[in-house]
Nanobody, 119 residues
Framework: QVQLVESGGGLVQTGGSLRLSCAIS????????MGWYRQAPGKQRELVAH???????YYADFVRGRFTISRDSAKNTVDLQMNNLKPEDTADYYC?????????????WGQGTRVTVSS
């Protein structure tokens, strides 16, 4: 059974930093991307960043230059280093793994970790 468990969220002041970590357990085949999404109150979930198993790393415009996504294959984790945080970064952050094999596609999600940035 696949499990994604996020950690590292919390309360931080504007300009501060946090590091989110996603611990992955279980076996996932044909990984397409590993990444982070976020959902602010009253808004839709949006992609923050992802690492493609074969391909470039993607960052949303609103975090490019401030956030860095990384993958540790040995530890089976995907981290998101968030610097220069802004109040608009306040949201629940979710780890995601997308797997794709032919016409079959699956998405795995963690339970989320809350990030609150105070002004």
């Amino acid at each position: 059974q696949v499990q994604l468990v996020e950690s590292g969220g919390g309360l931080v002041q504007t300009g501060g930093s946090l590091r989110l970590s996603c611990a992955i357990s279980g076996r996932i085949f044909s990984i397409n991307t590993m990444g982070w999404y976020r959902q602010a109150p009253g808004k839709q979930r949006e992609l923050v960043a992802h690492i493609a198993d074969r391909g470039p790393t993607y960052y949303a415009d609103f975090v490019r230059g401030r956030f860095t996504i990384s993958r540790d294959s040995a530890k089976n984790t995907v981290d998101l280093q968030m610097n220069n945080l802004k109040p608009e970064d306040t949201a629940d952050y979710y780890c995601n793994i997308n797997s794709r094999r032919g016409e079959y596609e699956s998405n795995y999600w963690g339970q989320g970790t809350r990030v609150t940035v105070s002004s």
